[in-house]
C-alpha cells in the first residue's frame, strides 16, 4: 500500500524539490461530526447505505435531510469528499419510497457529473430500494427517453435539455411535473454571470409550468465555496432557502505546496517550464504509487503531460510500470469519457490528466494527490482542483507548480494572498433584460401568459414589445404565443458559437470519427498540418473543412507538436451614444472583434525549443458585439493626467487600467469577469485617442457593455480606491496585475495609482 | 441591434403612459378584435361557438362501398363508412407546446359521397370549446356501429381514423392540446398511411411527402395550391387583421389534402389486392408486404424482383430457402447472386454453407482466394472479413491433420 506519508517526508527531505518550494501549509486533520439515521428513514434505504458501507451521517447531511423534510429549501456548501451526494439522495429517495407518485429532477451543469451521479444512484438502487433512475440527455436514445418521461422517478438531466428538450414539450411530461417533489440543482456556484443569469430564468419557467399542473417542488442546490453561496442560489431558484455550511465529514491532513520551478537561466531570469516539471512531479509521485490527478491550464499542455508521463513509464517487460495514465477532456466521444470515469472509480487508471473539466465533483475514488500545472483562473477554482485530492482519513498532498505568467510568479510568492482571500463571489443578473426577453418568448410558448402574470417581476411591457414584434398575441386577457418558430432553438444557454467540427481518421482509408471541438478552438488547434494529440495518439491534420465542419487527420510520427499564434484584434464600428461623464468621453457602439491564427510554432517534444513555423490560412474568427469606450480627451482631466505619466510608461498604464476595470466591472454589472472583454489602445485608428474598450463576450451583446456605460462613474471611482488601498507593493492580481519587468526603475502601481486620482478628481 | 432595446420600451411606455390605457396596439385591440358578437363571419361556416367554425362540404365518391377484403385495415369485409380521413393544419411543426391547431378536417364515406367536415378555431381563447367538437368526433369514430353488438370482434365493429404522418405530428400535437386544457382524448384505431407508402417507395422518390405522392404517384397536379409552408402564416395574418380572405386558400388546402389522402388509400387497396395491375410499384417491397397474408402471392412477386437482378431480393429468397434447410436451391441463388452481381454477402452465406454445413474446406478456400481478386483496394472490412474466415479454414484444416 502506497504511504502518502512517508511519500511526503521524503518529499519534504529532498534538497532539489525543497529548493524550489515557496511555501508548505499544512491543515490539520478534522473529527467528523456524526449523526444517527433520522428514525423516519425507510429501513430499506438504510440497509443500502449500511452494505456500502455508510453506518451514520454527517452532521450536515442530517440537517439538509431534516430542512428538506419541512419543505425547505436548502442550500449546502460541500467541499469535495463530505458526502454532497447523500444531502439530497437521502431526502429524496425516503420521500419517493413514501410516495409512490412523487418525482424528482436532479439538474447537473454537464454530462460527465451526471452519468457519475447516475452510476451512484444504480448503485443504492440496486441494493433494494426500488426507485426508476433515468438519464435524460442529448446522449439520451428515443426509446430510452419515452421510458424516462413515462416512469422515470428521478431524472438526470442538465440545464440545457431542460431549456430546450423537456420545458418546450411540457405536454409529454404531464405525469413527471404533476407531481415533481423535488430540484436538485448541484455545482449551483457555476451559475454565474450571464450563464447564472439564464438559469435563473430557465428556473422560472421550470416553476411556471410545474404550478401549472399543480406541483411544488422543494430544491435543493449544492455549492462550493464561494463568497456569496446563499445569495447566488437564492437569486438561481427565487425563493428562499436555509443554508447549511457546516462541513461535519472528517478529513485527513492536508499539504498544500506552493512551487516555483527553478531558474534555468539567471542571465534572462527564465525558469523551467510548468509542463515538464508539472509532469515530473507526478511521474514521481505515480511511481511511488500515489494516484495522482494533475489539472492543466489547456488541451494541449493535458496531451503533452499525458504523452510524457507514458512516454517516461513506457517499458514492455514491466507493462509500464503497471501504471496506466490517461488525458481526459472537452471533445472525446462519449464512450471514452465514460471509460475513463470507469477505470479511476474502479482503480485501473491510477493518474488522470485532465483541464478543468474534472474540477467539478465527480466521485473519481479517492485520489491522494493533485498537481496544478498552472495556478487556475481564481482562487476558488485553485482551492476545488486542490481538494480532489484526499479522502477520508488519510493524508493527502497538492502540489501547486508556477507558470512563468506573471500572475502564477505573484501567487507562488504571496502565499499570504493565496491563503489569506476569501474565495470570489458569484454574481447574477436575473433580470438582465435581454436574457430576459428571450426566456420569456419560451415561457410563452411553453403557456399562455395572463395579464399581470409575473414572471421574476412585472413583465407587461416586455410582452408589449414582443406582441409589437408579433410572436404573441394579446386575446380575452391573455397573450398566445403566435408564431411558426421554436424560440428554444434560437436561445443558447451557453456562448456556444455554432456547431462543432467533427475530427476524422482518414488513416488508411479509414473514416472513424474521434472526436469534436468547437470551432473557434479548431482554428487554433486542428489548422492545416497541426500536429493533434487525442489520448496520447498522434494525428497530423491533412484538412481542416470549416465550411462542412470536419477536420481530416492521419496518423503521424513526429517529434514535435505545433502551437498557434492567435491575434486579436478590435473595430469599432457604430457610435450610438457619446457623452461626457467622469472627464473623459464614453462611447457605446457596434464592434467587431477578430481573432486570427496566421502562424504556427514548431516545438520539439521535451525541450519544447522552437524547430521551426509554419503559416496557417485560415479566415477570422469574428464577433460582432456591444461595446463601452472611455476615450481620454487631451482637454480632459483625464487626458491631461494621462499626458502626465512619463511617455515609455503610458502602453503599460493604459493596459494596467483596463484590467483593473476588469477586476472591478463584474461586481457593478452583477456578472462574470468572463462575461466581459476588455481592450486597450494608445491611439485607435478611429477614434484618434487613448481608448479602453470594454465589450461583451456573447455575439450581439447581452447588455453589458450598455450597463458599464450607465456605471462607468462608480466604477471608475471603485477602481480609484481599490488601487488607492491595495496592500500590495508593485500590483497584484487584484489589482492591476503584477509587474513582470526585470529590475524596473519606477513603481508601475505608483503611476497608475496617481493616474487615476488625478483623473477622477478632475 | 441590442442596443434598440432599452430605447423601445422606453417608447412603449410613453406611449401607454400617454393613452392611458394597456396594448393599444393595432390588430389587437378589444374593440377591433371583435367580441362574441362581433367577430367576423367566415364564408360557407357556421358559426358553432363563440370561436369555433364548421362547415361541410360533399365530394362525389372516391371509395367503393365496401371492400371485400382490405390489407390496410387487416380485416375481411370493410364498410368504407367506418372509415374517417383526418387532418389538421397547425401553426408550427415544433410539436411543442406552443404549436396550436386551428383547423381539423374530417372526411368520410357517406350516403354515397364524400363528405369532409371542416372544424375552425378563430382565435386562441376558444381552443377549449373548438377540441371539445374534435372530441365528440373522434369518441364517434371510436365507437362507430357499437349498436351492432353481436359482432363479437371489437374492431370489426368500430370506425378507424386514417392519417398521412398522423402518428408521429397530427396525433402528438392534438394529444399535447388536450392534456393542456386538462382532458383526454379518446382514439380510435389508427391507420397512418406514410408507413405503407414509405414501406413500398423509399428509394424509388425522393420525397414521399402527401403532396409529391399525389404528384408523382397518383399523378395528380393540384395548379395553384397554396404550399404549405405558407399556411402558418396566412392565420396569423387573419389573426392580425381578422379579415376572412386570408383564410380561402388555406381551407381549400385542407380539403384537397383529405381527398388526396383518401385516394391514397384508395390507391393502396388496389395495389395490394391487386398487384398485376401497378406495374410501378416496385416488386420486391410490395412483394414482402403481401407475403404476411398471402405467402404464395408474396413470393412471387419477390422471385419476380430476383429474376429483374433486385440482389436484396434475391439475399430474401435466399435465407428463406435456407431456413427451410432447402439447401441445393439456396446456394444456387447465392451462387448467381455472387457470381452475377458481386454480392459479397451472397458470398459469405456461400462460404458459410461451404464451411459449417458441407464441410468442404478446399473449396471454400479456393472460392476466398477468387473473392480477393474481386474487391477493391479500399474494401478493407470485407478483406478482414475473408482473412477472419480464412485463417479459421486453416486452423481446422490443421487440427483435423491433413
Redesign the interface.
Known amino acids: 500500500m502506497p504511504d502518502t506519508e512517508q511519500v511526503l517526508s521524503e518529499l519534504a527531505h529532498d534538497q532539489g524539490f525543497m529548493s524550489c518550494v515557496t511555501h508548505w501549509e499544512t491543515l490539520p486533520s478534522r473529527e467528523g461530526i456524526f449523526s444517527p439515521f433520522p428514525s423516519d428513514v425507510d429501513p430499506r434505504i438504510i440497509s443500502a447505505l449500511k452494505s456500502r458501507g455508510i453506518e451514520c451521517l454527517y452532521s450536515h447531511q442530517a440537517e439538509c435531510y431534516t430542512a428538506v423534510r419541512k419543505g425547505q429549501n436548502v442550500v449546502v456548501v460541500t467541499p469535495t469528499a463530505s458526502g454532497k451526494t447523500l444531502c439530497y439522495n437521502l431526502p429524496v429517495l425516503n420521500g419517493l419510497l413514501e410516495r409512490r407518485e412523487a418525482r424528482a429532477l436532479y439538474l447537473f451543469p454537464t454530462k460527465a457529473l451526471s452519468f457519475d451521479q447516475q452510476a451512484e444512484l444504480n448503485e443504492i438502487v440496486l441494493e433494494g430500494v426500488p426507485v426508476k433512475v433515468s438519464t435524460y440527455d442529448g446522449d439520451t436514445p428515443s426509446s430510452v427517453r419515452v421510458s424516462a418521461r413515462e416512469s422515470g422517478r428521478i431524472v438526470i438531466s442538465n440545464p440545457d435539455m431542460l431549456h430546450s428538450g423537456i420545458l ?5 411530461w ?1 405525469k413527471f411535473l404533476s407531481n415533481l417533489s423535488y430540484v436538485v440543482i448541484d455545482e449551483v456556484h457555476t451559475y454565474r454571470g450571464v450563464f447564472g443569469s439564464h438559469m435563473a430564468n430557465l428556473i422560472r419557467r421550470l416553476k411556471r409550468v410545474v404550478r401549472f399542473y399543480g406541483g411544488n417542488p422543494v430544491f435543493i442546490a449544492l455549492s462550493a465555496t464561494i463568497g456569496n453561496p446563499l445569495e447566488l442560489a437564492v437569486n438561481i431558484i427565487g425563493e428562499d432557502a436555509v443554508l447549511i455550511e457546516k462541513n461535519g465529514a472528517p478529513s485527513g491532513e492536508k499539504h498544500i505546496v506552493l512551487y516555483n520551478p527553478p531558474i534555468v537561466d539567471s542571465v534572462q531570469g527564465i525558469r523551467r517550464g510548468v509542463v515538464l516539471e508539472s509532469q515530473k512531479i507526478a511521474l514521481n509521485l505515480l511511481r511511488k504509487g500515489i494516484k495522482t490527478i494533475v489539472f492543466a491550464r489547456s488541451r494541449i499542455a493535458t496531451e503533452l503531460i499525458a504523452s510524457y508521463i507514458r512516454k517516461s513509464l513506457e517499458n514492455i517487460f514491466t507493462d509500464n510500470e503497471r501504471i496506466r495514465v490517461e488525458s481526459y477532456r472537452g471533445g472525446y466521444l462519449p464512450h471514452e469519457r465514460r471509460e475513463i470515469e470507469l477505470g479511476l472509480r474502479d482503480g485501473n487508471i491510477r493518474g488522470v490528466v485532465s483541464t478543468t473539466a474534472l474540477e467539478l465533483g465527480i466521485d473519481i475514488g479517492g485520489l491522494d494527490a493533485a498537481v496544478l500545472a498552472g495556478f487556475p483562473g481564481s482562487i476558488a477554482s485553485a482551492w476545488q482542483q486542490a481538494g480532489r485530492a484526499g479522502r477520508r482519513s488519510s493524508v493527502s498532498l497538492a502540489v501547486i507548480v508556477a507558470s512563468s505568467s506573471p500572475v502564477d510568479q505573484y501567487l507562488i510568492r504571496h502565499s499570504d494572498y493565496f491563503f489569506g482571500r476569501s474565495p470570489e463571489s458569484g454574481f447574477i443578473d436575473s433580470r438582465n ?2 436574457i430576459l ?1 428571450d426566456h420569456l418568448k419560451c415561457a ?5 401568459f395572463t ?1 399581470g402574470e409575473d414572471f421574476g417581476g412585472d413583465v ?3 410582452l ?2 414582443l ?2 414584434e ?1 410572436v404573441v ?4 386577457g ?1 397573450y ?9 432553438e434560437q436561445v443558447s444557454l451557453r456562448s456556444a458559437s455554432g456547431e462543432n467540427i467533427v475530427i476524422i481518421d482518414t488513416t ?3 473514416q472513424t470519427v474521434i472526436g469534436e471541438m468547437d470551432r473557434p478552438s479548431a482554428k487554433e488547434l486542428l489548422f492545416d498540418n497541426a500536429v493533434y494529440l487525442h489520448r496520447g495518439q498522434q494525428f497530423m491534420v491533412k484538412k481542416l473543412d470549416i465550411e462542412n465542419k470536419t477536420c481530416f487527420v492521419e496518423e503521424s510520427d513526429v517529434n514535435y507538436y505545433t502551437d498557434s499564434i492567435v491575434k486579436t484584434d478590435i473595430k469599432l464600428l457604430s457610435r ?1 451614444s457619446e457623452e461626457n461623464a467622469c472627464h473623459a468621453t464614453i462611447l ?1 457602439g ?1 464592434v467587431l472583434v477578430r481573432s486570427q491564427v496566421t502562424k504556427y510554432k514548431k516545438l520539439a517534444f521535451f525541450t519544447h525549443e522552437s524547430i521551426g513555423y509554419g503559416d496557417i490560412f485560415l479566415p477570422e474568427e469574428e464577433m460582432h458585439t ?1 461595446s463601452a469606450v472611455i476615450l481620454l480627451p487631451p482637454d480632459q482631466a483625464s487626458g491631461k493626467a494621462f499626458a502626465r505619466v512619463p511617455v515609455h510608461l503610458r502602453e503599460e498604464a493604459i493596459a494596467r487600467v483596463g484590467s483593473l476595470l476588469q477586476n472591478v466591472a463584474p461586481v457593478f454589472l452583477l456578472c462574470d469577469r468572463r462575461d466581459l472583454g476588455v481592450a486597450e489602445r494608445l491611439k485607435d485608428p478611429e477614434t484618434q485617442l487613448p481608448s479602453i474598450f470594454v465589450y461583451d463576450m456573447y455575439p ?4 453589458l457593455a ?1 450597463g458599464f456605460r450607465q456605471k462607468v462613474i462608480d466604477i471608475l471611482n471603485a477602481a480609484s480606491d481599490l488601487i488607492a488601498n491595495c496592500p500590495c507593493e508593485s500590483g497584484c492580481p487584484s489589482c492591476i496585475g503584477p509587474d513582470s519587468r526585470i529590475s524596473p526603475e519606477d513603481n508601475l502601481k505608483i503611476v497608475v495609482r496617481d493616474f487615476l486620482l488625478s483623473w477622477t478628481a478632475g | 441591434m441590442a442596443g434598440d432595446l432599452g430605447e423601445r420600451l422606453e417608447r412603449l411606455k410613453e406611449a401607454r403612459r400617454k393613452t392611458g390605457q394597456e396594448t393599444a396596439l393595432s390588430g389587437s385591440s378589444p374593440s377591433k378584435l371583435g367580441c362574441r358578437t362581433g367577430d367576423p363571419l367566415i364564408p360557407g361556416f357556421t358559426r358553432i361557438g363563440s370561436y369555433t367554425y364548421k362547415r361541410d362540404v360533399s365530394f362525389q365518391p372516391i371509395l367503393p362501398p365496401s371492400y371485400e377484403r382490405s390489407y390496410l385495415a387487416s380485416c375481411k369485409a370493410l364498410g368504407t363508412d367506418r372509415l374517417v380521413f383526418f387532418d389538421l393544419e397547425t401553426t408550427g411543426l415544433s410539436g411543442g407546446a406552443g404549436t396550436f391547431v386551428f383547423l381539423a378536417g374530417f372526411g368520410r364515406m357517406k350516403d354515397r359521397c364524400f363528405s369532409v367536415s371542416q372544424y375552425f378555431l378563430s382565435d386562441y381563447p376558444g381552443e377549449r370549446e373548438f377540441l371539445a367538437f374534435l372530441r365528440d368526433e373522434l369518441k364517434e369514430t371510436a365507437s362507430f356501429g357499437s349498436s351492432e353488438a353481436s359482432v363479437p370482434d371489437e374492431r370489426e365493429i368500430s370506425g378507424i381514423l386514417v392519417s398521412y404522418n398522423g402518428k408521429s405530428f397530427d396525433i402528438p400535437v392534438l394529444r399535447n392540446r388536450f392534456l393542456m386544457s386538462g382532458s383526454n382524448l379518446i382514439l380510435p384505431h389508427h391507420i397512418d398511411l406514410l408507413y405503407p407508402i414509405r414501406f413500398l417507395f423509399r428509394g424509388t422518390y425522393p420525397e414521399l411527402s402527401l403532396g409529391a405522392v399525389e404528384r408523382c404517384i397518383l399523378k395528380m397536379e393540384r395548379g395553384g395550391d397554396l404550399p404549405g409552408a405558407l399556411v402558418p402564416g396566412r392565420y396569423f395574418s387573419f389573426l392580425k387583421g381578422r379579415d376572412p380572405a386570408f383564410l380561402e386558400e388555406v381551407f381549400s388546402h385542407h380539403i384537397q389534402d383529405i381527398l388526396s389522402l383518401c385516394r391514397i388509400y384508395a390507391y393502396l387497396e388496389s395495389v395490394l389486392a391487386d398487384p398485376e395491375s401497378h406495374p410501378e410499384v416496385p416488386r420486391f417491397p410490395l412483394g414482402r408486404l403481401l407475403y404476411r397474408h398471402n405467402r404464395e402471392l408474396g413470393l412471387s412477386l419477390i422471385r419476380e424482383a430476383m429474376d429483374r437482378g433486385d440482389t436484396r431480393a434475391g439475399l430474401f429468397v435466399g435465407r428463406l430457402y435456407k431456413k427451410a434447410e432447402e439447401w441445393e436451391e439456396a446456394f444456387t441463388i447465392w451462387k448467381c447472386l455472387y457470381t452475377e452481381r458481386r454480392s459479397f454477402l451472397a458470398l459469405v452465406e456461400m462460404l458459410k454453407y461451404l464451411e459449417h454445413r458441407l464441410h468442404d474446406y478446399r473449396a471454400a478456400l479456393s472460392l476466398i482466394e477468387e473473392g480477393y481478386t474481386r474487391l477493391l483496394p479500399f474494401e478493407v472490412e470485407k478483406r478482414e472479413e475473408l482473412n477472419k474466415r480464412k485463417e479459421r479454414i486453416e486452423r481446422k484444416i490443421k487440427n483435423m491433420g491433413l
Open positions: 418546450p414539450n411540457h405536454p409529454k404531464i433584460l435581454y426577453l410563452a410558448y411553453e403557456l399562455p395579464r407587461g411591457e416586455l408589449g414589445y406582441e409589437e408579433g398575441r394579446f386575446s380575452e391573455s398566445y404565443w403566435s408564431d411558426r418558430s421554436y424560440p428554444a488508411k482509408g479509414r450610438d457605446t457596434d456591444r450581439g451583446g447581452t447588455g450598455d
